[in-house]
């Protein structure tokens, strides 16, 4: 895919997004991308056919598929489910939080939200967290009950963080905001040069995150101050990932890249083959990265030295994931890959809604 038909594409994107969320678009809007977590030997993945299936990791079984086949419902999701103490928690697009049993996939409770949720959900002593239209919410996590509810001015669509009794979230409002985990009351905001679609990480010291300014920021946790603000060459929608002091974070300038956490000096950049629009994966030295363009690059992270890629035939809009020696993604269409992490060796392909 050329770069003015993958602006196109993430353009699109971007307006059907913004459309939908604000309630201009029909509520009928289905398309999304598919977003992959895993936990214990089992992938957990939402598709744009409107259904969540947990697969086995080695084989790509397929355990249970949520809702089931004899149903006519869909569960639309942008994100990854969060998988903690048997529970797979889900946001959906029409206004739904599932908490579903990682074994059968039943529902145990469902929680109907006040907007359509687009981002992760973060679980942080025994509450949920996420964003849900222009609101940050927050419930009990084994019944689902609303323990409180926070307003921005705008769409909330990265997944919060939490750290030290604190909850940062970023907003289409140009806002960072630090809420009391607890209460939801607002601590402090940060106003950023542009929209953030995707979440912050946060450190003890700091919380860092892109904006579609195109520049990263890392903000002290405490002044609000800017510690430094590190330029890109267009939007940054994806979320940071920071290992043994750098900074990891894409764009969709095609480049991946390497900040020093401290100071925000380029430590290097790696240059991939279509927009990164999700966070990268780590493991064992490599980083995996995905693209529009529908490759999968993995890199050495110290060196920058390309390591293997691999091509999915259609873009990976979602970050991928690794675990016991295997990364997988997903692209658009519902296909689901798995490489070898080590070599790039192509394991299996599947899509689970061609399943019968």
Not at 60 to 71: D, F, K, Q, T
Not at 77 to 88: E, F, H, I, R
Not at 330 to 346: H, K, M, N
Request: charged share 15%; aromatic share 12%; glycine share 12%.
């Amino acid at each position: 895919m050329n770069a003015f038909k993958a602006k196109v594409v993430l353009g699109i994107v971007l307006l059907v997004l913004l459309l939908v969320s604000s309630g201009c678009a029909s509520a009928s809007v289905t398309g999304s991308w598919p977003a992959l977590g895993v936990a214990g030997g089992r992938l957990y993945v939402t598709t744009q056919g409107g259904r969540v299936y947990a697969l086995d990791a080695a084989t790509n079984a397929e355990v249970w598929r949520y809702p089931p086949a004899s149903e006519k419902k869909v569960v639309v999701s942008y994100s990854a489910p969060t998988v903690v103490d048997n529970t797979a928690y889900v946001g959906a697009v029409e206004n739904q939080l599932y908490a579903l049993d990682v074994n059968t996939g039943s529902s145990r409770w469902s929680f109907p939200a006040s907007g359509r949720i687009y981002g992760e959900v973060s679980v942080a002593n025994g509450k949920l967290y996420f964003g849900e239209g222009d609101n940050v919410c927050a419930l009990d996590a084994a019944t689902g009950a609303k323990q409180w509810e926070f307003s921005t001015r705008a769409g909330v669509w990265g997944r919060p963080f939490v750290s030290g009794g604190k909850v940062y979230v970023g907003s289409l409002d140009h806002r960072l905001y630090c809420l009391n985990a607890e209460s939801g009351a607002k601590e402090w905001d940060f106003v950023a040069g542009g929209a953030i679609a995707g979440g912050p990480i946060v450190t003890a010291d700091a919380v860092y995150f892109g904006a579609l300014d195109n520049v990263v920021y890392a903000v002290d946790v405490n002044s609000r101050e800017v510690l430094w603000k590190f330029p890109t060459g267009h939007w940054v929608w994806a979320n940071p990932l920071i290992v043994d002091g750098t900074v990891y974070v894409g764009s969709l300038d095609h480049k991946m890249y390497a900040l020093d956490a401290a100071t925000g000096s380029k430590v290097r950049e790696f240059e991939a083959a279509g927009m990164i629009r999700a966070a990268p994966a780590f493991a064992n030295g490599l980083l995996y990265v995905g693209t529009e363009s529908g490759s999968l690059q993995v890199f050495e992270a110290k060196s920058g030295a390309p390591k293997w890629t691999a091509d999915a035939g259609r873009s990976i809009l979602s970050s991928p994931v690794v675990d016991n020696g295997v990364v997988y993604a997903g692209a658009l269409g519902d296909a689901v890959f798995a490489w070898d992490a080590e070599t790039g060796a192509a394991l299996w392909n599947v899509n689970p809604g061609k399943r019968k």
